[in-house]
């Protein structure tokens, strides 16, 4: 690790097999917590490269546990976090939103660690049981049309480096990861991301795993469409910067999408926008998420009638019944 770090300190970057070699042996405990902090702190002070995400991206995928999910067409609907935002659960509302119009989802998360609630905090206290049972994730989507994958059970190389993350506080080049390791492979992917330049390594990356993707960056700094101003979305085959009006939208305050200050409240607001009681801004910002999602399976249709689906999914509680079903499976196998 010495050689690695003065590497690092004189400005030059790791190539993608450096970066695997090093997230090998953190995760084999080959360096002490001092080591590993400095190694982290690194990205704090300087930008990632493509090739050292490359890498650390090949290391996590090849140490974690496999979910077979035996080529079902499915997608994962996530964000980096460390925006800095504190807005409620978009991406995983929307994610229940998704499978409640009849689209399956394999959803990877964790406990906050730069924002107040993640996705796991969340789910965990409305009652699900997280496991790696792959059958059980199996009849999950096959009976809720949603899995939840929490990363810790999935990625057990990486136990050592929770803590430190978790002392340290920030956003770490983890928070780039996350979207990026999912162990189910999904076919379809929405993400999120805090910055412009990693959406540009995003685009790198995904092309090269030919997933079928939508990135997003709100150009005010959210890492979701927050519907306050304008997003770039980036496709495949396209790139677009739209405005609250191309989901036919007003445009909002932050404050209209405040996430809370507790995983109680952050809890509520989750079962009012499945159940009918949200915010319009609430839902609508769901809704809009939701509805970039469903068009990755269908690049026919146009916005406005995905988002007409979005809006029937939460309206008929059926994205509520998928998070009740989700509850009830999960567990069975905990």
Known sequence: MKKILNQLFDHQKLSAEQAKEVLVNIAEGAYNEAQVAAFISVYLMRSISVEELKGFREALLDLCIDVDVQDRETIDVCGTGGDGKNTFNISTLSAFVIA????????????????LCGSSNVLEHLGLKFHNHVDGLIRQLDECNICFLHAPLFHPA??????????????TFFNMLGPLVNPARPTHQMVGVFNLQLARMYKYLMEDAETRYAILHAIDGYD???????VKVICKDEELLVSPDYYSKPKYNPADIFGGETVNSASQIFLNVLQNKGTKAQEDVVMA?????????KSEADMQ??????????RSLSA?????SSIELSQKYS
Do not use: D
């Open 320 to 324: 509520f019944k998928s998070l009740q």
């Open 224 to 230: 979701e469409i927050s519907l306050t101003g304008a």
């Open 289 to 297: 998420n939701a509805a970039t999602g469903i068009k990755l399976f």
């Open 305 to 314: 009638s995905c988002m007409l689906e979005a809006e029937e999914s939460i």
């Open 100 to 115: 409640g119009a009849g689209y399956q989802v394999t959803k990877h998360g964790n406990y906050g660690v730069s924002s």
């Open 158 to 171: 990486m136990k050592s480096v929770g803590p430190i993350r978790r002392q340290l506080g920030v956003k």
